[in-house]
């Protein structure tokens, strides 16, 4: 999925990913640093699940690290933010591909969702995620896109 991301980024107008598709949405590369951010944050969190069968695990949307990340890394170069996007996908494929096949029948509990085994939490919070995040940032391009060429 980060590669598919990176070769769509090589096809857009740089100067419309800094654009917010409307007051108080998250502009394409704010949509990448939180991607960047949560491809780190996410995977030693799986790796404790693993390590320690039912921990707790979960943050809030406010959460500092998750929205500071955004704010200082939001209006980033292109290159860079690819680079780093890049970086953490392979540390997150890394991570996740060192937790043995024992630490994948583990289950984990979310402050909302409850129990929930290993794979379906790396689903909802890396693999689901990831993706839903790809599809905002190419709503976001469309509407920005298409709002300049009005």
Request: hydrophobic share 45%.
């Amino acid at each position: 999925m980060v590669a598919q991301l990176r070769a769509w980024l090589a096809e857009v107008d740089p100067a419309l990913l800094y654009e917010a598709p409307s007051s108080g949405e998250w502009t394409v590369m704010e949509l990448l640093a939180h991607t960047v951010e949560f491809l780190r944050y996410w995977p030693p969190v799986m790796v404790g699940i693993a390590a320690e069968p039912g921990l707790s695990f979960g943050r809030g949307l406010d959460d500092s690290n998750r929205t500071g990340y955004v704010l200082a890394h939001g209006g980033d170069p292109l290159r860079s933010m690819v680079q780093e996007l890049s970086a953490a996908g392979e540390e997150a494929q890394a991570t996740l591909a060192a937790i043995p096949a024992a630490g994948w029948e583990a289950t984990g509990v979310h402050m909302d969702w409850g129990e929930l085994a290993l794979p379906q939490i790396v689903q909802r919070v890396l693999t689901g995620h990831l993706a839903a995040h790809c599809a905002q940032a190419k709503a976001a391009y469309d509407t920005v896109s298409h709002r300049d060429a009005l």
